[in-house]
């Protein structure tokens, strides 16, 4: 990524975070209409409390863009206690494109294919080490 497409995504991600409880739910409506295999993954877990969880999550990576390797050891983490909860590399791809959707629900007209540029690269560079983390193959 370059240092113009991070700030892209950190600027962008500022305008989501104050709809956060939003955002959240239209990207587990979206995952789970898009993935609905994804669904009983999530049978025990409180899915506002999950969406906290996510919108955490996100706001530490993309405040990391700028320090990449200062969020890889939390990355790692997050991907191999997923694999806990059933999570396989294939459900990296819809979990992306939920993202994406949410992303230009929320933004509106200032979604641009610039900026879809941008959080396609950050969501790809951190999946694919994900990815590799959990299951030892590349995305």
């Known amino acids: ?50 969406g906290k969880k996510l919108m955490g999550t996100l706001a530490v990576v993309v405040g990391g863009l700028t320090d990449l390797p200062s969020i890889l050891p939390a990355a790692s983490r997050l991907a191999k206690h997923h694999v806990g909860y059933g999570v396989t590399a294939a459900h990296y791809a819809p979990v992306g494109a939920a993202l994406l959707w949410t992303l230009e629900q929320g933004l509106g007209d200032a979604w641009t294919p610039e900026l879809k540029d941008a959080w396609t690269g950050a969501y790809t560079t951190l999946s694919s080490y994900m990815i590799a983390e959990a299951y030892g193959v590349a995305a």
């Open 1 to 50: 990524m370059t240092p113009d497409q991070i700030a892209l995504v950190q600027q962008s991600f500022a305008k989501v975070a104050p709809i956060s409880e939003q955002a959240a739910g239209l990207f587990y409506g979206r995952l789970f209409e898009i993935a609905p295999e994804v669904k009983p993954l999530f049978a025990k877990a409180d899915i506002r409390e999950q």
